[in-house]
């Protein structure tokens, strides 16, 4: 019996000493202060946490109080800053709306780079970090600087498609025509018109990137960090190791990309909490449920909520209504709430639609709970998303300030209706879930403890990155082929030539001559 705890006691000493061994110390930097766009990633920290490895978090919402081994620097401050105001009066279709974010993100994170406790955690010449992670939602890549700092592994993530300078620091390709960005009001089958706008968007993105915002960057990072004029941002973030984009690729527009950026999607999900009693009781009641939760762009115009409220009155169904504003109940077959677990309530049997303007999040959960989608535009172009649950026929759409209540009525009821749609949903939810590793979470962290592993994974990059363009279109190879070519055209009129006046410098007695000798 003695042996036996012996061997338990060495059982359970070797397996902590390799938990140990496998741990590391890994910062990662969440600079952007949106709560809603915070939690997505707090799944994947508390996955890193529970592997053994030691965090350190820069974030503007703390939340892993208490956690051991968890290190948060609190970022709130940033939340009282006056630049913060400014998104407010974006102009979403307005022609410098992309510039106006970079420049107000880009003032806000240097904010943060001067708070006090981050200069603390810089200027300790004892600290280090064996990996960073950074999120590159924020559309400026100033924080790249700390995996500098600390030389070591960079690994970038982002909530949802990334922005173009992403994909073309790992070596992903960006045709305009081919893969168009996300952010524009197409996707795929481009017209003539939208192929041009698409291709002169891209050159106006990157003219900014390269000659104005990257140089912004540089000049920050000397002001703030005392670093050299030498020190470029754009090469600090071309040899960041991996990419990690919650998005589900089938939902993107697809294009070709290097092993090193890696597709996630629905990386907040986690599983479901008890639904409180009243909700609980109002779900088990109803035979038939929608689930509504919709943006603040609804919310604002009255118009709106009256045509979808007049479609849901004519119909026998129950309504879910995640609102934080104006009470909008008129009967009580609405159940309204501004607190409502989303998750938990798109997986209960009777929910049969969500209705939704089209919100990653929102998409995500209704795919992975196989609910389908009424979804609610606010133009006659369709968001991203909602374009592609129309392209998998999992949903149909409505566009709010165009179909009178009436129609919104009929696609309502087709919608609750359609076992298409339910069928549909499912095999996109299947085509999603069927990978090697299938949770969100636990792939982020394999690939996050591969590059911990190797160091990096430099090893894994493809040439294209250091191409120049004069190559990467095999400019050079035309031309020599184009060279060769035009010197045997021009070899072969030559000797034509010179044969034609050799024959033609020759006596005319000569040549009949010869003829002649033939002839007879």
Not at 279 to 306: G, Q, T, W
Request: charged share 20%; with cysteine; net charge negative.
């Amino acid at each position: 019996m003695e042996t036996l705890y012996r061997f338990l006691f060495l059982t359970i000493v070797l397996c902590v000493n390799f938990k140990w061994l496998q741990s590391a110390k890994i910062l990662t930097v969440l600079p952007v202060p949106f709560n809603e766009h915070q939690i997505v990633y707090r799944p994947l920290l508390e996955s890193l946490h529970h592997n053994g490895h030691q965090l350190t978090i820069l974030t503007t919402d703390p939340y892993f109080d208490g956690y051991k081994n968890i290190t948060e620097i609190d970022l709130s401050f940033v939340y009282n800053l006056d630049v913060l105001n400014e998104l407010k009066d974006i102009d979403l279709e307005g022609s410098d709306m992309l510039k106006t974010v970079f420049n107000i993100m880009r003032k806000i994170f240097e904010a943060e780079l001067r708070n006090t406790k981050v200069q603390e955690l810089l200027n300790n010449k004892n600290e280090n970090f064996d990996l960073v992670i950074v999120d590159w939602s924020g559309s400026s890549s100033l924080m790249n600087i700390f995996a500098y700092h600390f030389n070591a592994p960079l690994v970038a993530i982002t909530n949802g498609e990334p922005f173009l300078n992403a994909h073309e620091a790992l070596g992903n390709p960006t045709h305009p025509v081919s893969y168009p960005s996300v952010f524009l009001p197409f996707n795929e089958n481009l017209s003539l018109i939208q192929r041009i706008f698409s291709v002169f968007s891209t050159i106006s993105y990157r003219f900014y990137y390269y000659n104005e915002e990257i140089p912004l960057q540089n000049q920050i990072i000397h002001d703030v960090m005392n670093y050299g004029y030498d020190v470029d941002m754009w090469e600090i973030e071309s040899n960041a190791d991996l990419l990690l984009i919650n998005a589900y690729e089938v939902l993107n527009n697809i294009r070709p990309s290097v092993p090193t950026t890696i597709y996630l999607g629905g990386l907040h999900q986690k599983s479901q909490t008890d639904l409180s009693l009243p909700l609980r009781d109002f779900m088990e009641k109803s035979e038939k449920l929608v689930y509504i939760n919709l943006n603040a762009a609804m919310n604002h115009y009255p118009s709106r909520l009256e045509k979808l409220l007049m479609a849901l009155e004519k119909l026998d169904i129950d309504v879910v209504w995640n609102l934080n504003d104006e009470y909008v109940n008129t009967t009580a077959r609405i159940y309204q709430s501004f607190d409502l677990d989303q998750e938990s309530i798109l997986a209960h049997p009777n929910v049969l639609l969500h209705i939704t303007d089209g919100g990653q999040r929102n998409v995500e959960d209704s795919i992975h709970h196989a609910v389908p989608i009424l979804g609610i535009s606010y133009s006659l172009s369709l968001d991203h998303y909602l374009y592609q649950i129309e392209k998998f026929e999992c949903g149909q759409n409505v566009f709010i300030d165009f179909n009178s209540y009436n129609d919104i009525e009929d696609k309502l009821v087709k919608a609750l209706n359609s076992k298409k749609f339910k069928s549909n949903m499912i095999k996109l939810r299947n085509i999603i879930q069927d990978q090697p590793i299938s949770k969100s979470t636990d792939r982020a962290t394999w690939w996050i403890e591969y590059t911990l592993r190797h160091g990096g994974t430099k090893h894994l990059r493809n040439q294209h990155k250091t191409l120049s363009w004069f190559k990467y279109l095999m400019l050079d190879v035309l031309l020599v082929v184009l060279f060769g070519f035009v010197s045997l055209l021009f070899a072969v009129a030559y000797t034509i030539t010179r044969l034609r006046r050799y024959s033609q410098s020759l006596p005319f007695e000569r040549v009949t001559r010869g003829s002649k000798q033939k002839v007879l």
